[in-house]
């Protein structure tokens, strides 16, 4: 088996397309750190084992930076003597629905899940495998030297290195698995089947229960109907007559209020007529009166009045007046008292001012002081009135009462005037008092009067009011109607029978009560009846029961039946896995002489025997201790590089143990980091002759001694990606 031709775009540091010619025997790819080599070795595990439509990380970061479409590889390759191409295409969104997946073989061109299902059946080597064996990274070797080639025999073992009994185990397994997923769906199916059969026990039991209740609710149904049906018809003869009570009772009201507006019509007509009479025997002669005689009577009996009261404050102020001009008179005598005395005084004032001069002052001050009080003492002298304004007083007297005794005459009130002549006042005071008893005569008589007339408009306007209301003739035709149909409905309630049984009002409020009761009931037995029914059309249909059990217990016995399959099926994946276990553990004998075959060529014949314990522990003999020592890190008497050389013979003797018929091609990723020049030349020299058997490919950071070691290439970065040599 070999690499023939590798093709990348987009995949890593290979942006642009790139492609890789290996030949059958030794490849060499050399360059520094970061140029590309690791990427070549990723990309053929890639090609091999990663399916494109995967989501993983690992797969997304190994895209180009900023490349457009993502990574493609094409691998082509000669497996057991057959041409094999593989495509791959890894997009950069959605690879579930836009990865490819080709495979050409035989001239037959396979996408998708066939061309993965293909290639693993031609294959067949798992990557665990690959990568235990004929892979070899520098930082794996590391990594063995921690954990013994027992560790390594307990990956492989779990890895499933035989790859026919991998297959084998793998079918078992899957088998198993299989035959457990039907088990529990079978199971998760008993379970739903179980809960179906309770939920149709349960569905029937409900069943019959809700026929049992719908049975029972109809025969009470029916029951109540016919008792409905004769209550209801009683209630209804007895609501009729009820209704011809109320009408009878309607029509009496109505011929009452009827009645009642007749009376009220007679009673106003007569008392209309009575107040028409009334006022043409007691008021007859008022009739030609004036409307305005009551206010000119009252105007006139109020300028009277103010007259009589001006004349008497005229004869007030004439009465002060004189009081006035007799008090002027009293101070001018007063005057001329003051002013002899203070001339007396100051005559005296002379004759004494020589005997006394103390009493000669006082008597001058004071004789000063009364002719000075005579001087300036002055009063308001009173202006008498002129006897006129009285005269005119009297006249407007005269000519008001004069008005009074004309408009009272009219009334037909007579009244005698006094004499112009003679005591006036001793007659005005009398005739004032007949003037008094005259109005006030009159302005009862006028509002009588008033009344009268005012009683009868509104006896008028109330006529008028009913007269508009109805039509007192067509008023007394329907009372006539009226009569009759009271008759009529008092001879139907007389004759009914439900009147002659004599049932009461409240026997009748009882039976409508009792009724609304079982109608309620009724209504409820029917909402009652309709939910059954409801419940019986909603109920879910299931299957019959002998059918469900039948089905149940099928599943049972066929659950059992695989049961006993995946029973068998795990005893014989434990036998064959304890048959892989045998195999592994006779893998000492067979691995020793590949080691010690490849030892000397790594160490320059310094080590060349080697021991494997029961646990494959790597013991190995020391000839300057002379001794076999154990090969671990720990002991001082092992160097780095040492241990690498020691640890690369493993592998290399692993891979011929483990290869049977297919001989993998090796991909070594700077194995030879800690080797000195003359092993490293030596390492290469053994390659060489290995490649003769199989397929080497080598990648290094450290230069090529001088030789021929297959065919070199130069990796410069993915800028200038390579230079064939």
């Known amino acids: ?120 059946q031609l294959w067949r080597v798992p990557q665990e495998v690959y990568l235990a064996t004929a892979c070899v990274r520098q930082r794996e070797i590391a990594h063995i ?16 290195v035989n790859a026919d009994l991998n297959r084998i185990l793998s079918a078992l397994q899957q088998e198993r698995r299989r035959l457990r997923a039907q088990v529990e769906n079978l199971q998760r199916g008993l379970q739903e089947q179980a809960r179906q059969l309770h939920a149709a026990r349960e569905v029937a039991q409900k069943r019959h229960e809700l026929r049992q209740r719908l049975h029972t609710v109809e025969t009470e149904i029916a029951t109540l109907d016919a008792q409905l049906a004769h209550e209801t018809q009683l209630l209804e003869r007895w609501h009729a007559v009820y209704a011809q009570q109320e009408r009878l009772e309607q029509l009496r009201r109505q011929a009452d209020a009827n009645q009642r507006h007749l009376d009220q019509l007679e009673q106003l007509e007569r008392r209309a007529r009575e107040l028409e009479t009334e006022l043409e025997t007691q008021f007859g002669d008022w009739a030609s009166l004036p409307s305005d005689l009551k206010t000119r009577v009252d105007a006139a009996y109020m300028r009277y009045q103010d007259a009589l009261r001006r004349l008497h404050a005229l004869a007030q102020h004439r009465s002060q007046q004189e009081q006035a001009a007799q008090a002027a008179l009293g101070r001018g005598k007063a005057r001329v008292g003051y002013a002899v005395l203070g001339a007396a005084l100051c005559g005296a004032s002379l004759s004494l001012w020589g005997l006394a001069p103390i009493l000669g002052a006082v008597a001058l001050v004071l004789g000063v002081l009364a002719l000075l009080i005579a001087l300036f003492w002055r009063g308001r002298t009173p202006s008498l009135e002129t006897p006129a304004d009285a005269t005119t007083a009297q006249q407007e007297i005269d000519a008001y009462r004069q008005e009074l005794v004309q408009l009272l005459q009219q009334a037909g009130y007579t009244l005698n005037l006094p004499p112009r002549n003679g005591a006036i006042r001793d007659h005005a005071t009398q005739f004032t008092l007949q003037l008094q008893q005259a109005i006030q005569q009159f302005s009862e008589q006028w509002n009588a009067l008033q009344q009268r007339r005012a009683e009868i408009e509104r006896v008028r306007h109330r006529l008028d009011a009913l007269h508009s209301l109805q039509d007192p003739k067509a008023l007394r035709e329907q009372q006539r109607e009226l009569a009759i149909e009271i008759v009529g409905l008092q001879e139907q309630l007389r004759r009914d029978p439900l009147t002659r049984e004599g049932f009461s009002t409240e026997a009748m409020v009882r039976l409508e009560h009792a009724v609304a009761q079982r109608q309620q009931h009724l209504e409820a037995l029917q909402a009652e009846r309709l939910r059954c029914e409801g419940a019986l059309q909603t109920l879910p249909h299931t299957e019959p029961l002998d ?81 076999t020592l154990p090969v671990e890190e720990e002991r001082a008497a092992w160097s780095a590089g040492v241990l690498d050389q020691l640890f690369f013979a493993c592998r290399l003797g692993l891979s011929d143990a483990l290869a049977d018929d297919l001989r993998l091609p090796l991909l070594l990723d700077d194995p030879f980091v800690y080797f000195d020049l003359a092993r490293y030349r030596a390492a290469l020299e053994l390659l060489t002759r290995i490649a003769t058997e199989t397929q080497v490919i080598l990648f290094t950071c450290r230069p090529l001694p001088e030789g021929s070691w297959g065919r070199v290439w130069m990796l410069h970065g993915c800028s200038h990606p390579l230079s064939p040599s």
């Open 547 to 627: 059918a469900l059990e039948q089905e149940h217990a099928y599943v049972q016995q066929r659950v059992q039946q695989l049961q006993y399959r995946v029973r068998l099926l795990e005893a014989t994946e434990q036998l064959l896995t304890e048959a892989n276990a045998r195999y592994l553990s006779d893998l000492s004998p067979r691995l020793k002489p590949r080691i010690e075959h490849y030892l000397p060529a790594l160490t320059l014949e310094r080590y060349t025997q080697a021991q494997l314990d029961e646990n494959l522990n790597l013991w190995v003999y020391h000839p300057e201790c002379g001794e």
């Open 1 to 120: 088996m070999r690499f023939l031709r590798l093709v990348l775009e987009g995949y890593g540091c290979f942006r642009e397309r790139t492609a890789f010619e290996f030949d059958a025997g030794l490849n060499c790819f050399v360059g520094a750190n970061e140029s590309g080599k690791s990427t070549v070795l990723a990309a053929l595990l890639d090609a091999l084992y990663t399916t494109p439509t995967t989501s993983a990380q690992a797969a997304r970061e190994r895209i180009s930076w900023g490349h457009p479409h993502g990574w493609q590889l094409e691998l082509e390759l000669e497996l057991r003597g057959e041409r094999i191409r593989l495509l791959k295409f890894h997009p950069t969104d959605d690879p579930r629905r836009r990865a490819t997946f080709l495979l050409e073989h035989h001239g037959e061109q396979l996408s998708g899940e066939a061309a993965r299902t293909r290639w693993e």
């Open 145 to 160: 030297a921690h954990r013994t080639l027992k560790s390594l025999q307990q990956q492989l073992r779990e890895s499933a």
